[in-house]
């Protein structure tokens, strides 16, 4: 079975401070896939990034980063110089190698971004 | 990205009555889900929508309550049938291109329960 720790519910920080989002995974697969959502007030759900198990290199796109470590099993994401529009729920998730695309989400991490 | 349009996009509806969310994507997909998100909570998967056949539930959910159709590569709709007030929840339809692709996701119904 697959399971997503997101251990802090909400998270809240002045602006242009960092945020660091930890996300923890449990499987016994493999191959799996590491996904992170951002969701907004209005509640649309946001495709952030994919991560497949054999690529371990860490990512920047813009303000954001993510460091995948294989060893501990997480994927933790950081929001570098945070904004007003960066408050939303940041879900991390897994699919593993077999079932139907099935994902399994954290709780999510409520960010809050103070003015 | 595919876009995905959701219908209703909310509604209000009395107990015991029953619901059809339309999910209709401008490309044809491969695979489409439909998800529950409780308030204040994480999603959870209901099932996998299969085009020509019936849906595959996860655990705790099945096609009485939620029934399913998916007539082609592009449409799908989700039924919540004979609602109570805990079923009020954000009902969201994803779509994938494949096993190993990312889902994206709908803008959500969001149906409240008198």
């Known amino acids: 079975a697959q399971k997503v720790t997101q251990a802090q519910t909400e998270i809240s920080v002045v602006e242009k401070e960092d945020v660091t989002l930890d996300c923890v995974y449990e499987?016994?697969?493999?191959?799996?896939?590491l996904f992170w959502y951002k969701q907004p007030p209005s509640g649309e759900l946001v495709f952030l990034i994919r991560r497949n198990s054999f690529d371990e290199q860490n990512e920047i796109s813009g303000r954001y980063s993510w460091n995948f470590q294989k060893s501990t099993s997480s994927f933790n994401f950081t929001i570098t110089a945070s904004q007003v529009v960066d408050s939303a729920v940041y879900f991390c998730?897994?699919?593993?190698?077999?079932?139907?695309?099935?994902?399994?989400f954290g709780k999510g991490n409520q960010v809050v971004v103070i003015p | 990205s595919a876009v995905i349009s959701q219908k209703p996009s909310r509604d209000i509806c009395q107990r015991g009555t029953s619901l059809t969310i339309q999910c209709q994507v401008d490309s044809q997909v491969t695979m489409m889900f439909w998800y529950r998100q409780q308030p204040g909570q994480s999603l959870t998967l209901i099932a996998t929508?299969?085009?020509?056949?019936?849906?595959?539930?996860e655990s705790g959910f099945v096609i009485d309550k939620f029934p399913i159709s998916r007539p082609n590569l592009t449409f799908s709709t989700l039924t919540v049938s004979n609602m109570s007030p805990e079923d009020s929840s954000i009902y969201l339809c994803?779509?994938?291109?494949?096993?190993?692709?990312?889902?994206?996701f709908g803008d959500g119904t969001r149906l409240s329960i008198l």
């Open positions: 929508a299969n085009q020509g056949s019936e849906a595959t539930y």
């Open positions: 998730a897994l699919r593993g190698s077999y079932g139907n695309n099935r994902l399994a």
């Open positions: 499987t016994r697969d493999t191959t799996y896939y």
């Open positions: 994803s779509v994938a291109q494949g096993p190993d692709q990312p889902q994206h």
